[in-house]
């Protein structure tokens, strides 16, 4: 039998509400969150939680024991608000200049405080021990390998991982939770280009790498719409282009950045080959140079058939079968992919958006807000996961 967390997590609204709301008005970036930091300890202790701080500089892990023996399951979420100024009138608003919650990672920490709640009320039943991951710095920044880097899944080792992004595009309340790829694996590149400067009005004297950074950015657009299957996904961006310093001066060097997102690792070589191919053609034929750094952030999102089977059956149980839905991958990344490749997992999306409370602006936006009514949801839904498996994982033919 699974516990009724959907109801019993309605009664902890308030609690979850007021969790967000504090962590959304102080805000802090990545591998800095240690006021966030201190308020999960201090939560989870109330709650006869086993604590460790410091995993992954500001990282926090909760360890619930259960009363009867079995595997442990692990259950994160990620700390780190954004380097955005918010633009809202919610008297909750970032009370932080230029730092914000623009991505929810304020919900996910709410509702995750809110399964360890559900889950220690229920400890004394349950078949194994339930590992919280409160990771810092999922921005790019590395704060799942970090966390590793200190230990985290050596002792104990969870046999599956459950975590869940809040999605505004999504419904409140409407659940994803598919096997197979999810998110992309996601690189960053830096690319410098070294002409020779020069007098404006002297080109021939002269390598400009201006010149030279337009036709490596017309180049780079054929990567993806010529020589990647038009059946696979990929995206190169350029973000930023910084080059020159005065009107009568020839630059000498341009520095660009960007990303690549890819699902397959045969697509993401191919991009990388193409990219260094076109690089060396453009700067060989024009006089220049370049540097190009590559920066792997994060693998893809692949989510294990079993384990998202337990992750569908407990969304079915709160939300109910018609409101888990199928939902095309995405092409942003997330380093939960980090424990994957050690744990099989899943990544669920849970839907947060309501545009007649003009709730739905795009994650990243300074607008960005979300329905807090999901919170409830999120902590059921991350604590009958976690129930679940411990249940049942282990009891399925062949398992
Ligand atoms: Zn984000
Ligand atoms: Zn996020």
Known sequence: MTTEFRSEAEVLAPQLVSWRRDLHQHPELAFRETRTADLVARSLSRLDIEVRTHVGRTGVVGLLRGGRPGPTVMLRADMDGLPIQENSDAPYASQ???VMHACGHDGHVAMLLGAATLLSEHAADLPGDVLFVFQPAEEGLGGASAMLADGLLTDPMPAAAFGLHLWNTMPMGRVCAQAGPMMAAADVIQVVVRGRGG???????????IAVTGQILSALQT???RNVDPQEMAVLT???VHGGTA???IAETVALEGTIRTFSPAV?????TRLKVLLDGIAAGMGARYDLKVQDVAPAVVNDPGITEIARAAAVQVVGATSVAWHAPLMVSEDFSEYQRLVPSCYMLLGSGNPALGLDAPHHNPRFDFDETVLPVGAALLAMSAERFLIEGFARPGA
């Open 199 to 209: 007098h404006g009005a002297l080109p021939h004297e002269a390598v400009d790498a």
């Open 247 to 249: 009107f009568n001066i």
């Open 268 to 272: 993401r070589e191919t991009v990388l």
């Open 223 to 225: 990567i993806v719409s």
């Open 96 to 98: 932080v200049p230029g």
């Open 238 to 240: 350029i973000g930023t």
